[in-house]
């Protein structure tokens, strides 16, 4: 397991009867070269012994609260940066739910929600809890979130009882951690742009054309680009949307300063086009501003098409090429035909005659059309979600 070598891991070990499994973790991490550090909730401290998990993990073991000795020596925002990243198992009930919340009422739960690293949760509990509603959703929040959840498995648990719940095996959750660091390793080699938001093309100073266009799904798109490796610029026309620094981020408005900025950040491996690019611009911008007494015809002109311009030059295509086909009407053959024209490997179509989803909304529902003329629905779910979809599809896509 090469990949975990000299890796920095944040073990949270919660209060549960598969706690002790947690040494059992430790030592196959240790064995594989990672330096760990540790917190042990409460609760955890009924299962196994600070001492225990300080001798196999040879690094500091953090208890339940917070002490002048601990923040002194590293914080719990200091050790949340540490990290690579952070491990909770196992993952109770209890946990999960505050982690669905946001709380911050103790060590653990607080340096998870100051991460900016990716976190693994491994749950364990009675099949009964494993299947409450409650719990199901807790854990639909916390995947929006992007946490990554390993398990758990069927089978016999401590209290008697058979099915779903019992915690995945120690040397499968950190073949599992290997796999992903594998993953990231190869995708860090790998360069994405997205164009998003809409465009402005002024009339005068103060006046513009422009698409309606949130930009939210092409900044959730390079968030989870970027989330899975991909070193990601992000060319964005104007929003008020906000976007970690893993990201490059481009500020442009007009289609023009879109197209320059996006040929100046080529070549990349997948590029994907989300932007409401402006068809149009003014034919002669006026540099004063238009006053309501002057005659006024506006005159228009066809912008550049960024992606069927870029996704045409051989010299600057992409490996993947990715567009959106945002329609009202006859979306399959819309998009198909862009897929086409534009020569995309992928479009994304979007029905954007549903009020209630799309623009500005925090949901989306997509078909994905690709090349090979095969097309896949993804149903109705938060943007972020559709980018991690749609992201999973572009990795198979790239290897
Ligand atoms: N696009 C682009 N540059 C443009 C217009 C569109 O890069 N000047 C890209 C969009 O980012 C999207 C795809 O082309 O990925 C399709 O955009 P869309 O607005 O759906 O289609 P248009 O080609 O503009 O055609 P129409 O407006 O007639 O549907």
Redesign the pocket.
Known sequence: MKNLKDKKILLIICGGISAYKSLETIRILKRNGCEIKTILTKSAKEFVTPLSVASLSQGKVYEDLFNVENEAEMDHIALSRWADLILVEPATANTISKLAKGSSEDLASTVILASNKPIFLCPAMNVRMWEHPSLKENLEILKLYSYKIIGPQIGEMACGEYGEGKMTEPIDIVNKINDYLYFINKNKKLKALV?AGPTREYIDPVRFITNKSSGKQGYELAKSLSRNGYQTTLISGPTNLEIESEVKVIKVET?EEMFKETQKNLPVDVAI?????A?FKVHEKSNLKIKKSDELTIKLEK??????YISNHNSMRPKLVV?????TNDLEK?AIQ?LKS?NCDIIIGNDVSNKKIGFDSNLNEVTIFYKNNKQEKLFVKSKTLISEEIVERINNQLT
């Open positions: 164009t289609a086009f989300s932007a409401a690019v068809d912008n550049v098409d960024i992606l069927n567009g959106f086909a945002a329609e819309n862009k534009k």
